[in-house]
């Protein structure tokens, strides 16, 4: 059994290089319809048993728990603290791995996220799975246990999280899928996003909605 945690983060704070200012509602908005999309295609894949999104945002973990995964309210401070928190509270007997997300990778599909599984299977335990963003981030990454390797989710964090795993000896297989290359942090982001003809249906919806314009 193979679980999904995403992480997402205050709307108050969310996506402020993306809409900033004036733009907060738009952002919140847009955060929530990325995490609908996210969710869909956890929901769509074969390999995942159970989701869940851990949050410091009440609201995001009411919208989490509309969408039928269950929220965990974070009461650490940090992306990372938060992470390990989440996965200490999904960790049960039957799990096999963890699978993380960001809540940001809106194009995501079914198929990308079950071959990351299915590459986990072929690492056994332990082992860890890496799915890099194009900017140097992780988009994904699936750790068999859960805790086989440190979070180091940041800027330049899929070198990071190589590093973590070359550190505790745990085997390393990185995939670079297309559905996961993208996480929307950046206006240039958003136009990757938009070339692409799969995935983030709501998220596309969303920034027709708000008059999208970098």
């Not at 410091?56 to 940090?78: C, F, K, N, S, Y």
């Not at 690492?123 to 440190?150: E, K, M, N, Y």
């Not at 982001?189 to 799969?198: K, Q, S, Y």
Request: overall charge negative.
């Amino acid at each position: 059994m193979i679980d999904a945690l995403v992480p997402v983060g205050r709307l108050a704070d969310a996506k402020s290089r993306l809409l900033p200012g004036p733009y907060r509602a738009a952002a919140a908005k847009l955060t929530l319809a990325m995490l609908d999309d996210v969710l869909a295609a956890l929901a769509g894949a074969e390999r995942i048993e159970r989701v869940a999104v851990v949050t410091p945002d009440e609201t995001v973990a009411r919208h989490t728990e509309a969408a039928g995964a269950t929220a965990i309210l974070q009461t650490t401070r940090g992306l990372n603290p938060g992470l390990d928190d989440g996965a200490a509270k999904l960790a049960h007997a039957g799990q096999d791995g963890l699978l993380v997300i960001l809540g940001d990778v809106a194009g995501a599909t079914s198929r990308d996220l079950d071959a990351a599984c299915e590459a986990a299977d072929e690492l056994g335990r332990p082992g860890a799975v890496l799915c890099p963003s194009g900017d140097g981030g992780t988009a994904v990454l699936l750790r068999t246990p859960h805790d086989a390797i440190p979070a180091r989710f940041g800027s330049e964090s899929a070198a990071r999280h190589r590093e973590a795993a070359s550190d505790a000896g745990v085997p390393l297989r990185e995939l670079t899928l297309p559905s996961l290359a993208i996480d929307l942090d950046e206006p240039a982001d958003v136009r990757r996003f938009l070339a692409t003809d799969e995935g983030g249906t709501a998220t596309r919806r969303a920034l027709a909605e708000i008059g999208w314009a970098p």
